[in-house]
């Protein structure tokens, strides 16, 4: 049997494969997907769960003329295999290499950038009025989850979508899991339509028996609409989806080519908002990622034969949130958690099991965990929301207008602070100390080891009054040994002593400064070190009295430069009138690409050697300009 895939080279290669060759080509993408991702991590289980819904959309389709948008995206490596990228496959997420997601620059058959969830149906919906308008003929299809489904921006897109005259095909991808577990009355609700498919196979037959009837007149026709409603609402009430203006189909084996084929191809001809409900397992294919799908969400490389996946030794940031979380729960009864669909993620599991009266997993719905958090808050509680720093960025409207402006005390777990590597432009997490900054109220900490974050929580909690963020990194926990020193309202704190720079860091940039600090020594240039702690508000008097003493302020941060800490300093230097030149590390004013973070650190010139070479060049062309307030 030959090798279908390595002769896929876009879309239309596949229009002529007949259905038993369709299977064998589902069958050598998840092959290729579950060979590439091994070697590479990535999204898994999503992936293998969409195959046949790939090639049936493929089959029927015509892209890029027709406009396919991915929700989220992370679902979107078969798409990739079939058009185009296929040679390329095992560059995935690397530096340089095929996106995780889909990218408008990568290829003309990705029509919109996608990354956060919930957006597809806005953006499709954009397509077809754009559409319309300039009088052009092409399908818009949006392929979103019952996860992605959850969040509010996709309610607000199908309470739109749904009273319009505009030819829109959502299809729902029911694949009955997000990240973490659904929750919600839509899942419910979902659920039960599932268990009811006695309802729909009714439907069809009256509504076939309804189309073959002889109409004699307008009367007859109305007659038999309202018998047909009538039992319709009998046999069950309309769908959800029916009631906001949709035709709906479903629900669908999402894994029977010919069953998708056949419904793509009759909606494609019909008038107004479509929603074909379909149902897909994640992780199909491959027997460990059907088990546990969580744990195939998106991984590292794994051993293929036994889906074994090997742990980094030490502890993750978000492990040691997660365990002093339950420690505070032991002593603090009025502690509360809450997640957006990142219970496992942020390291809530066992808070979750612990305390599950204390715990609430509102679903991908960022902006309402936020106001819940501040109802809470002003109940007498004590709420902590856990959240990815790019998935804070929806709920900025809530954060300053329903926390900040009541000054309320709402703690911001914020997890992926910083650069997170693989996923690329739309998750990296440099820009929450940009939009978080200049919220009145809001005080931003920033732990450099485990110590720090649990001490950091501890005092975010019980302490501290107010909006209060705690800003951690990706990955391994850092160790930094000896600084053990209490968490004090916005006091800093002096690392190493030295009189020729100021270097002032924070988070786990203060173990790259040390590193820097010791290579300068090598040089004979001594660096007064100094962890900022809290980044809002700054530990002004011992910044001020570096920068006089040295004259000359470096700020090196995980975060872009615009808006970051070194924005802060410069600004606190000029407000003194402090004469130092000030040199502000951290990532330029542009979307950080895919890559190892290691390799990112690198080549934007943020690693331990890069820096202490930076800064000795700087020293030398600063002892030829004299003092003053200045950007070197």
């Given at each position: 049997m030959s090798d279908l895939l390595e002769h896929i080279s876009a879309p239309g290669d596949i229009k002529n494969l007949n259905l038993e060759q369709l299977g064998q080509l589902a069958d050598e993408i998840r092959k290729c997907i579950i060979g590439t991702v091994s070697v590479t991590g990535g999204h898994l289980a999503s992936n293998l769960g969409v195959v046949e819904l790939t090639l049936a959309l493929h089959y029927v389709f015509d892209s890029p003329r027709d406009k396919i948008i991915w929700d989220v995206g992370h679902q979107s490596y078969p798409h990739k295999l079939i058009t185009g990228r296929r040679e390329n496959f095992g560059t995935l997420r690397q530096l340089g290499g095929v996106s995780g997601f889909p990218k408008t620059g990568e290829s003309e058959h990705d029509v919109f950038d996608t990354g956060h969830s919930s957006t597809s149906l806005s953006a499709a919906l954009g397509f077809a009025r754009a559409r319309d308008i300039k009088k052009e003929k092409y399908s818009v299809v949006a392929v979103i989850g019952d996860g992605a489904l959850t969040g509010g921006m996709a309610f607000e897109a199908l309470n739109d979508a749904g009273r319009s005259l505009n030819n829109l095909i959502v299809v729902l991808n029911d694949n009955h899991f997000s990240i973490s577990k659904n929750v919600g009355g839509l899942s419910r609700y979902l659920s039960q339509m599932r268990a009811e498919p006695s309802y729909f196979r009714v439907k069809e037959t009256l509504e076939r028996f309804f189309q073959g009837v002889p109409v004699i007149g307008g009367g007859l026709a109305g007659a038999l609409d309202r018998i047909k409603g009538t039992v319709k609402y009998i046999l069950m009430q309309?769908?959800?989806?029916?009631?906001?203006?949709?035709?709906?189909?479903?629900?669908?084996?999402?894994?029977?080519?010919?069953?998708?084929?056949?419904?793509?191809s009759k909606v494609r001809l019909l008038k107004g908002p479509v929603l074909i409900h379909i149902r897909t397992q994640k992780g199909r294919g491959y027997k460990p990622a059907e088990e546990n799908p969580g744990r195939f969400h998106c991984v590292s490389s794994f051993d293929i034969r036994t889906g074994g996946i090997p742990r980094e030794s030490g502890h993750s940031y978000s492990d040691v949130f997660g365990s002093e979380m339950v420690r505070l729960a032991e002593e603090e009864q009025s502690l509360v958690a809450i997640t957006?669909?990142?219970?496992?993620?942020?390291?809530l599991s066992e808070f979750s099991k612990r305390y599950p009266a204390r715990f609430f997993d509102v679903g991908i719905a960022e902006q309402h965990a936020v106001t819940l958090a501040a109802g809470m808050a002003k109940s007498g509680m004590k709420p902590v929301f856990a959240v990815y720093s790019s998935f804070l960025q929806r709920a900025y409207d809530q954060i300053l207008h329903d926390v900040a402006l009541q000054d309320l005390h709402v703690v911001f777990a914020v997890d992926r602070a910083g650069i997170v590597g693989e996923d690329g432009e739309t998750h990296q997490g440099i820009y929450d100390l940009s939009f978080l900054g200049h919220i009145p109220n809001i005080t931003i900490l920033s732990?450099?080891?485990?110590?720090?974050?649990?001490?950091?929580?501890?005092?975010?909690?019980?302490?501290?009054?107010?909006?209060?963020?705690?800003?951690?990194?990706?990955?391994?926990?850092?160790?930094?040994?000896?600084?053990?020193?209490?968490?004090?309202?916005?006091?800093?704190?002096?690392?190493?002593?030295?009189?020729d720079v100021t270097i002032i860091s924070a988070g786990d940039m203060v173990e790259t400064s040390l590193c820097v600090v010791n290579e300068l020594k090598k040089k004979g240039v001594g660096a007064d070190l100094i962890h900022a702690r809290f980044l809002r508000p700054l530990d002004e008097e011992l910044i001020l009295d570096s920068a006089t003493h040295t004259g000359c302020v470096v700020t090196v941060e995980n975060h872009?430069?615009?808006?970051?800490?070194?924005?802060?300093?410069?600004?606190?230097?000029?407000?003194?009138?402090?004469?130092?030149g000030v040199k502000m590390f951290g990532f330029p004013d542009t979307f950080v690409e895919q890559g190892k973070r290691s390799d990112l650190f690198r080549l934007y010139r943020m690693d331990a050697d890069t820096l202490a070479q930076d800064i000795l060049v700087l020293l030398w062309e600063a002892d030829s300009r004299g003092p003053g307030i200045r950007v070197l």
């Open positions: 309309r769908t959800l989806f029916e009631e906001l203006g949709f035709n709906y189909y479903g629900p669908i084996d999402g894994h029977d080519i010919k069953g998708l084929i056949d419904i793509f957006a669909a990142m219970k496992d993620g942020t390291g732990p450099c080891n485990d110590w720090e974050l649990r001490k950091m929580l501890r005092y975010a909690v019980l302490e501290h009054r107010g909006p209060v963020a705690v800003r951690y990194p990706k990955g391994k926990s850092g160790i930094l040994p000896g600084i053990r020193e209490p968490v004090v309202w916005r006091k800093g704190l002096r690392i190493c002593r030295g009189n872009c430069v615009a808006g970051g800490l070194g924005s802060s300093v410069l600004q606190l230097l000029n407000e003194y009138g402090v004469k130092a």
